[in-house]
């Protein structure tokens, strides 16, 4: 089951995840490279506030991930608007097309004194090779949400490691991302981040 399917069902995260957890959470049918929610699971997502809009299907990553991993695969997925979905909480991010989830990876987000603000946000702008004047900084597509400069883009994705606020994904998918979105797409920001010793800025 992947990352984000274990999210969307109820169990933890596969950063954080036990065995026992990954067994105990309901399967969705699986059909190739995608697993298809029940109405049953859709559901309980929709009313428990998990998800905010019926999915058709995630993602079937053979293997949690961790730290710096991402899978993305588009076969399968139908067409329709691109729109992200950052589970703070989980440590993840999920891409969709339509009801399809296309991309999902381990993110980094913001420390305590720069943290991520969860809502309902859109991409304002795009821009492929950025540098933050303010942080001195390379943020490779870097993909704006906010206009004091809050953004998805490229990072060292480790243990430990926060951002100045930003949503901090590896650099493989940050590309995929950067391509796939378009200026006006949604970004849904939920969750509260996991308390982590020893958190620093990328």
Same mark, same amino acid.
């Given at each position: ?5 274990? !999210? ?8 954080? !995840?036990?065995?026992? !957890?990954?067994?105990?959470? *309901?399967? *969705?049918? +699986?059909?190739?490279? =995608? #697993?298809? #929610?029940?109405?049953? +699971? ?10 905010? =809009? *019926?999915?058709?299907?995630?993602? !079937? ?13 588009? =076969? ?40 991520? *603000?969860?809502?309902?946000? +859109? ?80």
């Amino acid at each position: 089951m992947s990352a984000a399917a274990l !999210a969307l069902v109820g169990a933890k995260s596969s950063v954080h !995840a036990t065995a026992d !957890a990954r067994a105990a959470a *309901p399967h *969705p049918a +699986q059909s190739g490279n =995608r #697993l298809f #929610l029940t109405k049953t +699971q859709l559901d309980q997502a929709i009313a428990s506030g998990t998800l905010d =809009r *019926p999915i058709r299907s995630l993602l !079937a990553v053979k293997a949690p991930l961790q730290f710096g991993d991402y899978s993305w695969d588009d =076969r399968g997925a139908a067409p329709g608007p691109t729109w992200i979905r950052v589970d703070l909480g989980s440590q993840l991010i999920s891409v969709f097309r339509g009801g399809d989830e296309i991309g999902t990876a381990v993110i980094v987000y913001g420390g305590d004194n720069k943290e991520t *603000p969860a809502g309902k946000l +859109q991409i304002l702008g795009k821009a492929r090779d950025h540098r933050s004047s303010l942080y001195d900084a390379e943020m490779p597509y870097t993909l704006r949400l906010t206009d004091d400069g809050v953004s998805i883009h490229a990072s060292s994705v480790r243990w430990g490691a926060a951002t100045h606020g930003c949503i901090g994904v590896p650099l493989p998918f940050a590309k995929r991302l950067f391509d796939a979105a378009r200026v006006g797409d949604e970004v849904v920001i939920v969750g509260t981040p996991p308390r982590m010793v020893g958190q620093r800025a990328a």
